[in-house]
Nanobody, 121 residues
């Protein structure tokens, strides 16, 4: 019912910037919150940033002051602006959406395919 399509990943030098986007599509759902996670090789998938329906945001300590999450509710799209990127930010970034699906109301989490972000000189 819900499909997430991510874009914007790539290679960037330390100190550079990237902007990730994720668009949700489908029918019979409404999105409650959207988030970005990341996973480096051999490590767990960690929350990077989340934004709720009320616009309240939360960030991992490691990205505070550098990353900004935003959303366009009309387009069911979430963005992640990443500035002052560091090699430690290298990971696969995943889009997440918590959505209510119908006709039987159920809350479920949906995931994008992931997009690679590599920070290296």
């Amino acid at each position: 019912q819900v499909q997430l399509v991510e874009s914007g990943g790539g290679l960037v030098q330390p100190g550079g910037s990237l902007r990730l986007s994720c668009a949700a599509s489908g029918s019979g759902f409404s999105i409650a919150s959207m988030a970005w996670y990341r996973q480096a090789p051999g490590k767990q998938r960690d929350l990077v940033a989340v934004i709720g329906n009320g616009g309240i945001t939360n960030y991992a300590d490691s990205v505070k002051g550098r990353f900004t999450i935003s959303r366009d509710n009309a387009k069911n799209t979430v963005y992640l602006q990443m500035n002052n990127l560091k090699p430690e930010d290298t990971a696969v970034y995943f889009c997440n959406a918590r959505a209510m699906t119908y006709p039987i109301p159920r809350a479920n989490d949906y995931w994008g395919q992931g997009t690679q972000v590599t920070v290296s000189s």
